[in-house]
């Protein structure tokens, strides 16, 4: 484990005053904790536009009543299959389904899959949430 290090910062109260109720609201033990996150945040986004290899899960919401859609989704997928791990498609309702297709590889390339996912017609929200490979850490 690395060693912690003390620093200090100066902040307009108005701003301090908000950070706080954000940390109490989100649970956080200290301020410390929380720009601990913020900075880990920061650093996780650099390491994405900048980075070899990331990591990510993208998200979608769909209805699967909707004509040929479901193979079109799997027809992209396998068109990018080298940076598809997983995929997990959940039954929300009778009418829409959600789907979580965990992904690895250069930052471009899943950016390209997850806006040609859920940019396909059919598709009602669809998000991508990245990570760090950890690599750089």
Known sequence: M???KRFGISLDERLVDKFDRHIKDKKYPTRSK???DLIREALVKQEWVAGDEVVGAITLVYDHHRRELVNKLTDIQHKFHELVISSQHIHLDHDN???VIVVKGE???VENLAY???S???VKHGALSMATTGKEE
């Open 2 to 4: 690395s060693k912690l």
């Open 34 to 36: 929380a720009v601990g």
């Open 97 to 99: 389904c959600f789907e």
């Open 107 to 109: 930052p471009k390339n």
């Open 116 to 118: 040609r996912l859920r």
């Open 120 to 122: 396909t017609k059919g």
